[in-house]
T-cell receptor, first 115, second 113 residues
Framework: GAGVSQSPRYKVAKRGQDVALRCDPI?????LFWYQQALGQGPEFLTY????????KSGLPSDRFFAERPEGSVSTLKIQRTQQEDSAVYLC?????????????FGPGTRLLVL | SQKIEQNSEALNIQEGKTATLTCNYT??????LQWYRQDPGRGPVFLLL?????KEKRKERLKVTFDTTLKQSLFHITASQPADSATYLC????????????FGKGTRLHILP
């Protein structure tokens, strides 16, 4: 079956521009996570959904970052007024249920470069 | 705050030898710990999970240990192969937060032919 897909794979934005990153999780997966990964670092947690409910957004770096999952499947991460420090790879992951220790299945990521 | 430390330098291992990667955590007690592999330009891929009541877990050439007293997990790859070259990420679970995990920075492993 299809894995997690993300689009676009690459995005170049001018500073101040708004961007929207899309994640298509594995069908039927309840949990969805967004991470930000800087070069040479591990993925940093941004936010977490259980179906359509955003249960944890403690990792969002500022109020310029907004995520939604309105129907409990596809999710969009929006960054407003992008800054150069937003340049990173944005990873999406989904997991089947919500028990502790569930395997997270990752997409390939969206590489964002803000000029 | 919760802190996770992995070998900060890249690890070079001769093909056929055992590679051992270390993950240390401080300031919390995870109920489980996961290990992921990440290749350049790709998302992480799950390898193994070990729970706090398990001392050791094996899967083919992989072995993970979990010492809750030392607050440490060791990840071993036996009979290493060049195809094992990748970055390996340690990810302890966050207590009372269901399936939320926190990733370490990862260790880059190079298996030399």
């Amino acid at each position: 079956g299809a894995g997690v897909s993300q689009s676009p794979r690459y995005k170049v934005a001018k500073r101040g521009q708004d961007v929207a990153l899309r994640c298509d999780p594995i069908s039927g997966h309840v949990s969805l996570f967004w991470y930000q990964q800087a070069l040479g670092q591990g993925p940093e947690f941004l936010t977490y959904f259980q179906n359509e409910a955003q249960l944890d957004k403690s990792g969002l770096p500022s109020d310029r970052f907004f995520a939604e999952r309105p129907e409990g499947s596809v999710s969009t991460l929006k960054i407003q007024r992008t800054q150069q420090e937003d340049s990173a790879v944005y990873l999406c992951a989904s997991s089947l249920s919500t028990g502790g220790g569930e395997t997270q299945y990752f997409g390939p990521g969206t590489r964002l470069l803000v000029l | 705050s919760q802190k996770i430390e992995q070998n900060s330098e890249a690890l070079n291992i001769q093909e056929g030898k055992t590679a051992t990667l270390t993950c240390n955590y401080t300031n919390y007690s995870p109920a489980y710990l996961q290990w992921y592999r990440q290749d350049p330009g790709r998302g992480p891929v799950f390898l193994l999970l070990i729970r706090e009541n398990e001392k050791e877990k094996r899967k083919e050439r992989l072995k993970v240990t979990f010492d809750t007293t030392l607050k440490q997990s060791l990840f071993h790859i036996t009979a290493s192969q060049p195809a094992d070259s990748a970055t390996y990420l340690c990810a302890p679970g966050v207590p009372n937060r269901d399936d939320k995990i926190i990733f370490g920075k990862g260790t880059r492993l190079h298996i030399l032919p």
